[in-house]
Nanobody
Framework: QVVESGGGLVQSGGSLKLSCAAS????????VTWFRQVPGKERERVSC????????YYEDSVKGRFTISSNNNANMVHLQMNNLQPEDTATYYC??????????????????????????WGQGTQVTVSL
C-alpha cells in the first residue's frame, strides 16, 4: 500500500511538503504520480517520477512551484509545493505502478500511464490554501 501525509491548511504563498510512503514493496522501479481532485471535478495529474531513471514531469499549472523527489533509503516520494495558491486546494493522491523499468526500456515517460494502470493508490491528503 501507499500512504500520503503532509497535507494541511496554508496561506496563499506558503509551502507544504507531501510524502508518499510505500509499505510492502520498494519504489525502486516504480512510477509514482501525484494526482489531485476537487469535489465535482475530475482527478488530474500534478507530477510524476520514474524511479528507474529519475525522470520527472510536471503539469504546466505547477511547473516552477512544485518539485517531486524520491528518498530511496526511506522508500518515499515527496512533493514539495511552494508558492501555493487557492486553486491548488484539493485532495492530493499518490499512486504507484511497477512499470518504471519497462517505460525506460521503451523510451517512454511517466505521462504514458493512465489512471487505471496504477497498482496502488493512497487514501489522499487534503491541501487547503486560503487567501
Amino acid at each position: 500500500q501507499v500512504v500520503e501525509s503532509g497535507g494541511g491548511l496554508v496561506q496563499s504563498g506558503g509551502s507544504l511538503k507531501l510524502s508518499c510512503a510505500a509499505s510492502g514493496f520498494r519504489f525502486d522501479d516504480y512510477v509514482v504520480t501525484w494526482f489531485r481532485q476537487v469535489p465535482g471535478k475530475e482527478r488530474e495529474r500534478v507530477s510524476c517520477i520514474t524511479l528507474s531513471d529519475g525522470a520527472t514531469y510536471y503539469e504546466d499549472s505547477v511547473k516552477g512551484r512544485f518539485t517531486i523527489s524520491s528518498n530511496n533509503n526511506a522508500n518515499m516520494v515527496h512533493l514539495q509545493m511552494n508558492n501555493l495558491q487557492p486553486e491548488d486546494t484539493a485532495t492530493y493522491y499518490c499512486a504507484a505502478d511497477s512499470i518504471g523499468l519497462r517505460l525506460v526500456k521503451a523510451r517512454l515517460d511517466c505521462r504514458s500511464l493512465r489512471q487505471n494502470d496504477y497498482d496502488y493508490w493512497g487514501q489522499g491528503t487534503q491541501v487547503t490554501v486560503s487567501l
